[in-house]
């Protein structure tokens, strides 16, 4: 059974750093894209970043490129996601997820139908 395990949240002010991590099993991870997503209340899910399979190529959301980065150690399987100078804006809940294809197709990897597996879910919140 596929499982994505997501953790790191938590209370920051505003400009502080958060990393989140996202253990998985059931799987040979290495052999497909990954990706984070958020879900702010009453907002839907929407994609922060995707990272290819070996690392090579990435892809992020405008509203986090130059603050986030999204990372991976296959032999430990596991996800990151470094996020600095945070706002309050990106107070939501952060997922982890794992693309139903191998392969890096950067049109479709921001997109939720393209993900087969996901985390529960770490809440972030930043205060002003």
């Known amino acids: 059974q596929v499982q994505l395990v997501e953790s790191g949240g938590g209370l920051v002010q505003a400009g502080g750093s958060l990393r989140l991590s996202c253990a998985g099993s059931?799987?040979?991870?290495?052999?497909?894209?990954m990706g984070w997503f958020r879900q702010a209340p009453g907002k839907e899910r929407e994609f922060v970043a995707a990272i290819s399979s070996s690392s090579s190529t990435k892809r992020y959301a405008e509203s986090v490129k130059g603050r986030f980065t999204i990372s991976r150690v296959n032999a430990n399987n596991t996800l990151y996601l470094q996020m600095n100078s945070l706002q309050p804006k990106d107070t939501a809940v952060y997922y982890c997820g794992t693309t139903k294809r191998t392969g890096w197709n950067f049109n479709l990897v921001s997109r939720l139908n393209e993900y087969d597996y996901w985390g529960q879910g770490t809440q972030v919140t930043v205060s002003s």
């Open positions: 059931g799987r040979t991870f290495s052999n497909y894209a």
